[in-house]
């Protein structure tokens, strides 16, 4: 075995193998969305196979016409879900997801650290600000993603001042003496922001010295920057290796010039995988579950997206930078609307052609569609040039992805001697390498 720097891996434990029509496969799994004993069963396996962690990505709002065709983002609570799951294993991180612009601090900051209780160290915190949801929460509209990132920023940071506010060694639990605690240790955080006043201390201690992974997705400058001052790892939405290169090395710069070890800011594309035991299979697997694409809901997506309106154009024509709305027009998401205009710029593709990329059809997620050889293979050169630092798997079209990936793509990257096969630890921070 080469010794070669190794990857980190987390895997999605959101239900990507459901999405559109995969969902009515026979092996799908469907029935068991909601269930503590299927998760767990993965939970298990993923350990098995030594992944860094299990990842939960998480939204606050139901569109109910979301439910006709597919479960939508119907969803247990991403935090409670992953406290089951951490009663059934005992090395595996736990990434839950909390918004900023919605959930409040001391909320968060006291189910995180619960978690991490419970868990004994391993959880890790997916920071979002969110994309929709607001009328949930009293808001009127939503903010823009700069105030929405200037929000997070106080946020996190009170959420720091309250793990901080209840250290874990301030419990003496002294039968002799009858004292319990030492009062001193713990403080109140006064804290008075733009956004919040928090008093503290928090009511839950620490678990060791309370240090929490922190992910981040959003690639917007504003995004970046926030991601730049505190993230350890990126969820990130990278078509091709090139964004992947661009986004890894901008974000180290942006670190380093923070004060930051570059290498303390992780990459982590997200890689829908189709997989099947051949190619011919899997490409099958991926036609079945794209076959009720409607071109009227994309060409919907693509007005989403970056604000351009394809109704009246010829699936064949082509779609021009000319084309495209001023550059500081507001869109939902910065970083998915970037993507679909980078591309645009770069090839001028027909709208029929459009309609179909992962920039449009998905997430913008980086897409193999093949045998686990061709996911060990395509992950290995990602990483020999560095586009990301591992991945976030998001195994797609059938259940028998989430098995073909535990079962052959971690061990094929593991003989490659790109992952490990041993955990050296046992806290998230360990896996990661988060000092
Ligand atoms: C890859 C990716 C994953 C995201 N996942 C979530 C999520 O699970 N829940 C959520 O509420 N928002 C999610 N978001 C939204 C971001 O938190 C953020 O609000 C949005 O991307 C706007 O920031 P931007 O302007 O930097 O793109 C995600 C964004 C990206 C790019």
């Not at 290995?380 to 998001?394: F, H, M, Q, T, Y």
Request: net charge negative; charged share 25%.
């Amino acid at each position: 075995m080469t010794t070669r720097k190794h990857i980190h891996i987390g895997l999605s434990v959101a239900p990507t193998w459901l999405m559109n029509d995969a969902w009515r496969r026979d092996d799908s799994n469907v029935e068991n969305v909601f269930s503590t004993d299927f998760f767990v069963e993965i939970a298990k396996r993923a350990e098995k196979a030594k992944i860094d962690f299990l990842f939960r990505p998480d939204t606050l709002f139901m569109k109910p016409e979301m439910i006709a065709g597919s479960p939508g983002f119907s969803s247990l609570d991403p935090t409670i879900q992953l406290a089951a799951l951490a009663e059934h294993t005992s090395k595996i991180g736990l990434v839950t997801t909390a918004s900023t612009t919605f959930y409040p601090p001391y909320i968060v900051a006291r189910q995180i650290q619960s978690l991490n209780i419970l868990s004994k160290g391993r959880v890790g915190w997916n920071i979002v600000t969110s994309l929709d949801g607001n009328e949930n929460f009293g808001i009127s509209e939503m903010p823009s993603s700069e105030d929405r990132y200037r929000q997070a920023a106080e946020f996190s940071d009170v959420v720091h001042k309250l793990w901080a506010s209840y250290p874990s060694d301030a419990i003496i639990a002294d039968r002799e003496s009858g004292t319990y605690g030492t009062p001193d240790a713990l403080t109140r955080i006064d804290h008075h922001g733009e956004f919040y006043d928090v008093a503290g201390p928090l009511n839950t201690p620490a678990f060791g010295n309370g240090k929490v992974p922190l992910f981040q997705a959003g690639a917007s400058p504003a995004g970046r920057d926030f991601a730049a001052s505190v993230a350890h790892a990126i969820f990130a939405a990278t078509p091709d290796p090139e964004v992947a290169r661009e986004l890894r090395s901008d974000l180290r710069e942006r670190a380093a010039s923070k004060g930051r070890d570059p290498d303390d800011i992780r990459i982590l594309p997200g890689l829908n995988m189709y997989l099947a035991p051949t190619r011919e299979e899997a490409r099958e697997i991926f036609a079945q579950t794209h076959a009720r694409m409607d071109p009227r809901r994309m060409i919907a997506k693509v007005k989403e997206l970056i604000a351009l309106d394809l109704t009246d154009h010829p699936m064949d024509a082509r779609v021009t930078a000319d084309m495209l709305p001023p550059a500081d027009t507001v869109v939902r998401s910065k970083t998915h609307g970037d993507l679909v205009r980078r591309l645009i710029e770069r090839d001028q593709p027909t709208v029929k052609d459009l309609l179909t990329r992962p920039e449009v059809m998905g997430s913008s997620h980086w897409i193999v569609v093949g045998t686990p050889e061709d996911a060990v293979n395509e992950i290995a050169a990602w990483a020999d040039i560095n586009a990301g630092d591992g991945i976030i798997a998001l195994p797609s079209g059938s259940h028998q992805s989430v098995e073909l990936f535990l079962d052959q793509v971690v061990p094929g990257l593991q003989e490659r001697g790109l992952f490990r096969t041993e955990y050296s630890g046992h806290t998230l921070a360990d896996h990661l390498g988060v000092k």
